[in-house]
């Protein structure tokens, strides 16, 4: 199994550069992504270094209502959360 998926606060803004992330629906390959943490889902007996990260897009105007879906679900390198911890 891969490095662990460190703690990321709900709320956090992560701001990932183009190779940090492969995949977000209605997001433009190649490009840095923001995205304002709703949680982390790990994946259950995961092989690769890849997690889910749902959150909202800084411009969204309803982050902290409660059943406000997550605007972006954005598929993140584990080592890019590190590195965001470690920025701070």
Do not use: F
Request: aromatic share 6%; glycine share 6%; charged share 25%.
């Amino acid at each position: 199994m891969g490095r662990a998926v460190p703690e990321i606060a709900a709320g956090t803004l992560l701001r990932l550069d183009a190779g940090d992330w492969s995949y977000g629906r209605d997001l433009t390959p190649g490009t840095a992504v923001a995205v304002t943490v709703v949680c982390v889902r790990d994946l259950p007996n995961r092989a690769d270094e890849w997690v889910w990260v749902l959150g909202h897009r800084p411009e969204c105007d309803y982050p902290h209502v409660d059943r406000h879906p997550p605007c972006m679900e954005v598929r993140v390198k584990v080592t890019a959360l590190h590195d965001q911890r470690q920025a701070r």
